[in-house]
Structures are given as C-alpha cells and as structure tokens.
C-alpha cells in the first residue's frame, strides 16, 4: 500500500497537482492561518501563513462589506509576512529542490508563495482544490484502504500491558497501528493524558491515513481492540469493522503487575489518587454507590495500590469481558498467553511467542 497511492481530482494547471505521495517534495508548505493549520493538515506540512490568524479574520470581515479594500489589507500582510519568512527558508534549500504549497482551496494564499519562490528560481507545485481536496481525498481512503490489511488484535483486561505490547511488536520489525497513540488518549474516563490534548478529528483523520499508507499489505498490522471511540475521537467504519473480523490474541497478566503498571503508566493518579475517584463518579449507576465510597476512603488514605487493584476488579475488568465477549465472541479463545512480567526479558520473550502464536 506504502507505493500505491489514491489520487483525486484534475491538473488543472501545469503547477497544479492532484493529492500525491508527499515525501517527494523538499518541502510541503501550508499557507493558510496557524488556527486552520491546528485544526487539520498534511502530515509533515510546515505551516507558513501568509497571514496569521488575526489579520485572517480582518481581512474576512473587510471583504464582507468592500472586496478591494480586503485585498489591499491582504496583500500588504502578504508581502510583509512571507518576506520575514523567505529568506530563512530559501537558505535551506538549493534550486534543485522542489516545493508543494497549499491554502484552504489552491487560491490566492498557495499563488502568493508559489509565485514568488518560483521568481526565485524555485520549482513549486499547487495542490489542485487546496486543503479541500485533501480532506475529501482522506475521507475517500479512510473508506478503502483500511480494508486493504489484515490485522491482528490485541485483547484483554485494563493494565495487562496491551499498548507495552504494542511498542515492544514494533520495536521487534511488526507494523503496528498505535491508535491510543495517535488519538493521545488511553480509552476510558482515565484516559485523558496530561499535557496532551487529543487532536481535532481532522487532524487524526490525516496522521491515521498517513500511517496505514505506510504499510506493506502483504504483512499483518497488530493493533488494540478499541471502541468506536477514543476519548473524542471516532474511528472510521472501515477500520472498526476490520478490527471486529480479525484474528484476536488475548493478553493477561498477574494482578501485582497490572498494579505496577498502573503506578507507572497513571503515575499523575498515584499522585492525586483523589482526583482519579472523582473522575470515576459517572460510574456510580455501574458499580453502586457503595463501590465509589469505598474508592473514595481508598484514596483519601493513599492506599494507592488497593485502589487500582479494586477499579480494576470490580469495574475494568468486568466491563472489558463482556465488551470483548460482544465484540469478538469465541475469538478470544483461541491464542491467549498470560505474560509474567510487563518489563524485562522475560516481557521480551513474551511478545516473541505472541507473534508466534499469532502467525505473525
């Protein structure tokens, strides 16, 4: 998949290009406002707004009431803003380098930089239809090519070290789809990662589809077994009905490691184990009030280890087997190994026979 690429719409300029491989370009250059860059971009894109984004919004709110005057303001803007910014780029780069630019719709924005950078002898391509186009041409591939692998599934209860496994596959020369990863959140209430806010659902959209096509189709993709959302982010119906027809390996381990991992891996709760009931409240119609006052004198005495252990058994792990049981039935039967420490060699040897096991 990594060498065939979906394309989408018409050159319809001898500088304008239909959505391609992007590595072939020295650099791709975004050209639209740092608050649109946020949102969604090409994966690798260096964002150079040809206008930030509050001079954006004042040419956007000028042009709704006298069109010349907003493109006075726009162009002036412009020239100020890729002059600061040409000079350290250009030293960067030979003319034998080629550029790709981009703006919401292959317009003004992309013509600005393209223009100029080809004054300086650069080569510089448009992408056809912009930002636009891109995002139709991701919507288009995030239907097709997640059905183009097969996969292996990763399944088991909270803390059993899933994600570890993940990394550790990786590490070992598999290909691995770390979607908690990309969607910087771990999949539960006590998933949100500290410092990390998950991206817009655009931008995972574009890091998703940047991934698959890395991958070769004739090897299987190993991933975890997710819900059909992460945090707030929503996988798309291709790839979750894929994950739902694979080949299922299930994980466990012992209670005092899934403990451990969870000191480490939560180390922000082992610190404020109060803040981490609170979190856990919704839960009250699940688990019964008496679950959570018991959680709470848990964490009021920093019995911190009681405290995962009993989250684990008497919610995660409950609610993990029937999910598991819904989503992948008999599956789960059929490779399952229990890996007797989560770090070490011994945790090295137990990804080896998971592999094995799994035909990978």
Request: with cysteine; hydrophobic share 40%.
């Amino acid at each position: 998949m990594s060498s065939s690429v979906e394309t989408v719409g018409a050159l319809a300029h001898p500088h304008q290009l239909e959505v391609q491989e992007w590595s072939s370009y020295a650099m791709v250059i975004d050209a639209r406002s740092p608050r649109e860059f946020a949102d969604d971009h090409i994966p690798g894109a260096v964002n150079l707004p040809v206008v930030d984004n509050d001079e954006y919004a004042e040419v956007g709110t000028t042009h709704r009431t006298d069109k010349h005057a907003a493109y006075l303001i726009g162009v002036e803007y412009s020239l100020r803003n890729i002059a600061a910014q040409i000079k350290p780029l250009i030293s960067r780069f030979t003319p034998k380098d080629r550029f790709l630019v981009y703006c919401f719709r292959g317009g003004k924005r992309s013509r600005l930089w393209a223009d100029n950078l080809r004054t300086i002898g650069f080569e510089v391509d448009v992408l056809a239809g912009g930002w636009k186009n891109y995002r139709r041409w991701v919507r288009a591939g995030l239907e097709s090519i997640p059905r183009a692998f097969s996969y292996r599934v990763l399944c088991g209860p909270t803390g059993c070290g899933k994600t570890r496994v993940l990394h550790e596959l990786a590490r070992q020369g598999h290909q691995v789809l770390d979607l908690e990863g990309l969607a910087s959140h771990r999949g539960s209430l006590l998933g949100d990662l500290p410092g990390e806010p998950q991206p817009s659902q655009k931008l995972f959209d574009s890091v998703l589809l940047d991934a698959l096509r890395r991958f070769d189709t004739e090897r299987p993709v190993w991933l975890e077994a997710e819900s059909k959302k992460i945090g707030e982010i929503q996988l798309s119906e291709a790839l979750y009905d894929a994950m739902h027809h694979a080949p299922v390996v299930h994980v466990s381990a012992p209670m005092a490691e899934r403990v451990r991992l969870w000191r480490e891996d939560y180390a922000h709760f082992a610190a404020d184990p109060v803040s981490m009931v609170r979190r856990l409240e919704p839960l009250k119609p699940l688990v019964g009030k008496d679950a959570i006052a018991r959680w709470h004198d848990l964490a009021a005495g920093a019995r911190v280890d009681e405290l995962f252990q009993d989250v684990m058994t008497r919610h995660y792990d409950p609610c993990y087997a029937r999910s598991t049981q819904r989503n992948y039935g008999e599956g789960v039967q059929g490779r399952s190994i229990e890996l007797a420490s989560l770090a070490g060699p011994s945790f090295v040897a137990g990804v080896r026979e998971i592999a094995a096991r799994a035909g990978s």
